[in-house]
C-alpha cells in the first residue's frame, strides 16, 4: 500500500509540473 501512494505522489508532482508548464503559456490550469 505505502509503494501504490508513493507511485501517486510522483503522479501528482508529474500533473503538477505538466499544469506549471500550462500556465506558463497563460493557460488556466484548473480547466
Do not use: C, R
Given at each position: ?10 503522479q501528482i ?19
Open positions: 500500500m505505502p509503494v501504490l501512494v508513493d507511485n501517486i505522489e510522483v508532482e508529474k500533473i503538477y509540473e505538466v499544469f506549471d508548464l500550462i500556465d506558463n503559456e497563460g493557460a488556466d490550469p484548473w480547466l
